[in-house]
Structure formats: C-alpha cells, structure tokens
C-alpha cells in the first residue's frame, strides 16, 4: 500500500478481500428477516469491530463493504437502504441523520487506464448534528460539517461548511441554517 494526498492506494489482497467478505456476511445475516434495535446494534459492533452506543439507530437494510473503519457517534441514525464503501473510513458523530437510500463511498479508481484497477480511498466525516436527506451520495474525502444539511439527491463532492444548506449535483451552498 502507498500513501497519496488524498488516502490510500489499495491493491486487492486476500485478506482484503476475505475481510470484505466477512463484512458482507454479517450485513446479510442483519439485513434478512426481522431484528430488534438492540440485536442490530450488536450485528453493528460485529461489523465494525468498535462498540456502538445504544442510542444508535439503523434501519436495515444497510450494506457496508469494509466495517473495520465504519464510526457510528451517540445518537446518529441511518435510514433504510444505505450502502457504505468504507474502506477509506467513515465517521458519522454525534446526532447525525442519514436519509433513506444514501450511498458514503470512501474509494475510487485512478482515471489512467494502466492504474485503474487499484482502488484509492479517502476518509468521509458526516458532522455533529448534520443531516443527509434521501437518495444522498457523498465522494471520498468529504468533510459534512457540524449541523449542514444535504438537500434530497444531492451528489456531494466537496466539503460542507458547518451550518450550511446545499443542494445540487454537484452539491453547492444554498445559504445558512435559519
């Protein structure tokens, strides 16, 4: 693995590629039948290898390829149908609200076509008290700041400043929480 400005560059491994399994599993067996808000957060902790605090709420189905690198802060919640790329890292803090159908990817390919199949990655931070409405897509290396809003269908791929509204693809300031 070689660092870059903006992560990681990522080669497939088996072990990579083993622990992307595992992730996988685990997300199935969370995402099939009925499960209580408590018996979802232990499939959360499994997932993610960290403890999750029990004001965390996720609505399966929610589908993370790489849960080692995954945060969830006290009081956050995830809507139905997420889909997390996490391997370059996401964090959600405390209070987030993720809409329904959002999609966090962390990774990308290098535009040159001899580069392209590895996989570089850069963190995502979904700010204190910020919400992402519904159908949401946020680029690696994106920065929501504390209590931003993300309008519905927005592709988000560049920072949000704190207390901000934006909307758009590409996501652009709309103005300043009232």
Partial sequence: MNTNPSGKDYVGSDELYAAVQQTMRLC???????????????????????????????????????GQTTRFGRDSFVNFGCTFLALGGITIEEGAFIGPHCVLATEYHPEE??????????????????????????????????????????????????????AGSPARIIRPIK
């Fill in 113 to 166: 076509p001899a580069r392209r199949h590895s996989l570089l990655t850069a963190p995502i931070t979904i700010g204190r008290n910020a919400w992402l409405g519904a159908d949401v897509k946020v680029l690696a290396g994106v920065t929501i700041g504390e209590n931003a809003i993300v309008a519905a269908g927005s592709v988000v791929t560049k920072d949000v400043p704190p207390n901000m509204v934006v």
């Fill in 28 to 66: 199935a067996e969370m995402n099939t039948g009925y499960h209580t808000e408590a018996e979802v957060r232990d499939f959360l902790r499994q997932i993610t290898g960290s403890e999750v605090d029990d004001t965390v709420r996720v609505f399966p189905p929610l589908n993370i390829n790489y």
